[in-house]
């Protein structure tokens, strides 16, 4: 069975940096898109930003793009969000997520897993 394991969420101040990062365990043999979504208190999971199972396209939400970037490493079946520039409405649960894997070439894919979030603080 798969996990998703997400490391990085930390308290910082406005304009600091963080880097998350999602690793999945176990045997994979693909992973399509991966992305990060956040939750702020009181409000609906969003998407942030998410990247293509090659890694040549990418999406960022309007509120992120210049300040976020988004990687993945295949070999290591990870992702990563490098966050430059935070802002206090940047706070919230940051959540790693997969929508498609295959453990085995011929195996059954695998849809929608997620991490279990990282609590990212911006405070001013």
């Known amino acids: 069975q798969v996990s998703l394991v997400e490391s990085g969420g930390n308290l910082v101040q406005v304009g600091g940096s963080l880097r998350l990062s999602c690793a999945a365990s176990?045997?994979?043999?693909?992973?399509?898109?991966m992305g990060w979504y956040r939750q702020a208190p009181g409000k609906e999971r969003e998407l942030v930003a998410s990247?293509?199972?090659?890694?040549?396209?990418?999406y960022y939400i309007d509120a992120v793009q210049g300040r976020f970037t988004i990687s993945r490493d295949n070999a290591k079946n990870a992702v990563y969000l490098q966050m430059n520039s935070l802002k206090p409405e940047d706070t919230g649960v940051y959540f790693c997520?997969?929508?498609?894997?295959?453990?085995?070439?011929?195996?059954?894919?695998?849809?929608?897993?997620w991490g279990r979030g990282t609590q990212v603080t911006v405070s001013s």
């Open positions: 997520h997969i929508d498609e894997l295959q453990i085995t070439a011929d195996g059954m894919p695998t849809f929608d897993l």
């Open positions: 176990g045997s994979i043999y693909y992973i399509n898109r």
């Open positions: 990247i293509t199972g090659g890694g040549k396209t990418y």
